[in-house]
Nanobody, 121 residues
Framework: QVQLVETGGGLVQAGGSLRLSCAAS????????MGWYRQAPGNQRELVAV???????NYADSVKGRFTISRDNAKNTVILQMNSLKPEDTAVYYC???????????????WGKGTLVTVSL
């Protein structure tokens, strides 16, 4: 069974930085896409940033130039460096691993439980 563990959320003042980390474990052979999504109260879950196994990235327009996503394929880890945080970045951030091949399963998607990021004025 694949498990995702997210760390790094918390409370930060506007203009500050946070670093989110997500580690995937569980007899994993490969992960196609790793990414971060977020959901603010009353809103739908939205894409923040994703990175594929080749290192190609895609960002939401609202975070371009402020957030950077990276991954370590050997450690099955994805990092989201968040700079110049704004109050509107406040949300629960979820890690997602897509197209996972692990054990007898191929092409599965997995989600983390989420970590809260709160940005105060």
């Amino acid at each position: 069974q694949v498990q995702l563990v997210e760390t790094g959320g918390g409370l930060v003042q506007a203009g500050g930085s946070l670093r989110l980390s997500c580690a995937a474990s569980g007899n994993i052979f490969s992960i196609n896409e790793m990414g971060w999504y977020r959901q603010a109260p009353g809103n739908q879950r939205e894409l923040v940033a994703v990175i594929d196994s080749g290192g190609s990235t895609n960002y939401a327009d609202s975070v371009k130039g402020r957030f950077t996503i990276s991954r370590d394929n050997a450690k099955n880890t994805v990092i989201l460096q968040m700079n110049s945080l704004k109050p509107e970045d406040t949300a629960v951030y979820y890690c997602k691993c897509g197209g996972v091949t692990a054990g007898y399963y191929y092409g599965m998607d997995y989600w983390g439980k989420g970590t809260l990021v709160t940005v105060s004025l």
